[in-house]
């Protein structure tokens, strides 16, 4: 079997040695929509025609698991044979995002997902991802504690969206069945 991964090794490297390098140039684009679920997503360019196929691999290499729709996004591009390809992200800014309109709430409107009780204080903690196509993420208290599920109701119910990766806030958490959930969420003062 090592002899067989050997074989397969030398003949990337042989055939990548024969592949003319790729030709990179920098682009800015606005997310026409990114999928965390799908681990993928795609940006209009500025200034030519198509679309930029962005992965979520490489949004990752940059630090962010999510981008909301409307976000300006500057990266490196390869153009291949399906078209255009982010290969690394330079800069992004959401400023530009489309701004969430949050849905008023139906007057016979019946909650989906239970809300959790609120356990202790109030504590810091970061944005990992957020999809809200999927309409959840998991927030962290930081490296070695477990996962906070988010739900996008919960959200609404206070006020605070859009969220992104990496961003601060302030939770009280509740126990339910699957693990931590967040109770109730607050932007952080200041």
Same mark, same amino acid.
């Given at each position: 079997?090592?002899?067989?991964?050997?074989?397969?090794?030398?003949?990337?490297?042989?055939?990548?040695?024969?592949?003319?390098?790729?030709?990179?140039?920098?682009?800015?684009?606005?997310?026409?929509?990114?999928?965390?679920?799908?681990?993928?997503?795609?940006?209009?360019?500025?200034?030519?025609?198509?679309?930029?196929?962005?992965?979520?691999?490489?949004?990752?290499?940059?630090?962010?698991?999510?981008?909301?729709?409307?976000?300006?996004?500057?990266?490196?591009?390869?153009?291949?044979?399906?078209?255009?390809?982010?290969?690394?992200?330079?800069?992004?800014?959401?400023?530009?995002?489309?701004?969430?309109?949050?849905?008023? !709430?139906? %007057?016979?409107?019946?909650?989906?997902?239970?809300?959790?009780?609120? =356990?202790?204080? /109030? $504590?810091?903690? @970061?944005?990992?991802?957020?999809? !809200?196509? %999927?309409?959840?993420?998991?927030?962290?208290?930081?490296?070695?504690? =477990?996962?906070? /599920? $988010?739900?996008? @109701?919960?959200?609404?119910?206070?006020?605070?969206?859009?969220?992104?990766?990496?961003?601060?806030?302030?939770?009280?958490?509740?126990?339910?069945?699957?693990?931590?959930?967040?109770?109730?969420?607050?932007?952080?003062?200041?």
């Amino acid at each position: 079997m090592t002899a067989k991964i050997e074989q397969l090794r030398s003949k990337q490297e042989s055939t990548k040695s024969n592949e003319s390098p790729e030709t990179t140039f920098e682009m800015t684009g606005r997310v026409k929509w990114f999928n965390t679920v799908k681990g993928f997503g795609f940006l209009t360019p500025n200034n030519e025609p198509g679309d930029i196929f962005l992965h979520l691999s490489c949004l990752r290499e940059s630090g962010h698991e999510y981008v909301a729709e409307g976000v300006s996004i500057t990266c490196v591009v390869v153009r291949r044979s399906k078209g255009l390809q982010a290969i690394k992200v330079l800069d992004i800014d959401t400023s530009t995002a489309v701004p969430f309109e949050p849905r008023v !709430p139906e %007057k016979n409107n019946v909650t989906t997902h239970p809300a959790v009780q609120p =356990q202790g204080d /109030f $504590v810091e903690v @970061e944005v990992k991802w957020f999809d !809200p196509v %999927k309409g959840y993420g998991f927030l962290t208290r930081g490296e070695g504690t =477990q996962d906070i /599920f $988010v739900h996008m @109701e919960t959200l609404r119910r206070e006020g605070i969206l859009p969220i992104q990766a990496g961003q601060r806030l302030r939770v009280r958490i509740g126990d339910s069945a699957k693990g931590p959930q967040v109770a109730e969420i607050e932007r952080p003062a200041g």
